[in-house]
T-cell receptor, first 116, second 115 residues
Framework: EAGVAQSPRYKIIEKRQSVAFWCNPI?????LYWYQQILGQGPKLLIQ????????DSQLPKDRFSAERLKGVDSTLKIQPAKLEDSAVYLC??????????????FGQGTRLTVV | DAKTTQPPSMDCAEGRAANLPCNHS???????VYWYRQIHSQGPQYIIH???NNETNEMASLIITEDRKSSTLILPHATLRDTAVYYC????????????????FGKGTKLSVKP
């Protein structure tokens, strides 16, 4: 079974530039999460989708971050404009989300963003 | 905020059992206990989860106290490859509206397995 795919693996941009990350979840998974992980900390949830609807975006800095999940499959996370403090690993995860209770979430390898 | 408390670090000798504690004294009746680990430069990996009964799989065992206020993850024979940060998470079974509960990570326990 293919895992959660993310691209790019690494990205370096200057502050005030824009950047986008892409995530392809496991086939059939209705729930998709985006996390931000700053060095030395645990992952912080940014947004959760159920199919193409947003379940929780309370921690998403909406003045600069946006995310979408068109057609309830792939998702993109965008930062515009980037700040130095956005340097982090951005993780995407997916879980079955329907039917059985409490299916585990599977994580991708993440995209490491460096803002200079 | 995370609803769990874990020691920041632990050491374990290779081949011995690693017992990682977690406190979740405010856990609700509809919340499960999940364990994930994160090896350096990788995404978190699911280990095990449970509600109130002890659970075992090919990776680990999960012991949950009767009052559900704490749990212990047991790696029966730790190897060098088990060196990682281990996260204990409480997760609601299902949100109002039917969607899956989200995973709120704390700082975890950095387990170092030494030869």
């Amino acid at each position: 079974e293919a895992g959660v795919a993310q691209s790019p693996r690494y990205k370096i941009i200057e502050k005030r530039q824009s950047v986008a990350f892409w995530c392809n979840p496991i086939s059939g998974h209705a729930t998709l999460y985006w996390y931000q992980q700053i060095l030395g900390q645990g992952p912080k949830l940014l947004i959760q989708f159920q199919n193409n609807g947003v379940v929780d975006d309370s921690q998403l800095p909406k003045d600069r971050f946006s995310a979408e999940r068109l057609k309830g499959v792939d998702s993109t996370l965008k930062i515009q404009p980037a700040k130095l403090e956005d340097s982090a690993v951005y993780l995407c995860a997916s879980s079955l989300g329907t039917g059985a209770l409490n299916t585990e979430a599977f994580f991708g390898q993440g995209t490491r963003l460096t803002v200079v | 905020d995370a609803k769990t408390t874990q020691p920041p670090s632990m050491d374990c000798a290779e081949g011995r059992a690693a017992n990682l504690p977690c406190n979740h004294s405010t856990i609700s009746g509809n919340e499960y206990v999940y364990w994930y680990r994160q090896i350096h430069s990788q995404g978190p990996q699911y280990i095990i989860h449970g509600l109130k009964n002890n659970e075992t799989n090919e990776m680990a065992s999960l012991i949950i106290t009767e009052d559900r206020k704490s749990s212990t993850l047991i790696l029966p024979h730790a190897t060098l490859r088990d060196t990682a940060v281990y996260y204990c998470i409480v997760r609601v079974a299902r949100n109002y509206g039917g969607s899956q509960g989200n995973l709120i990570f704390g700082k975890g326990t950095k387990l170092s397995v030494k030869p």
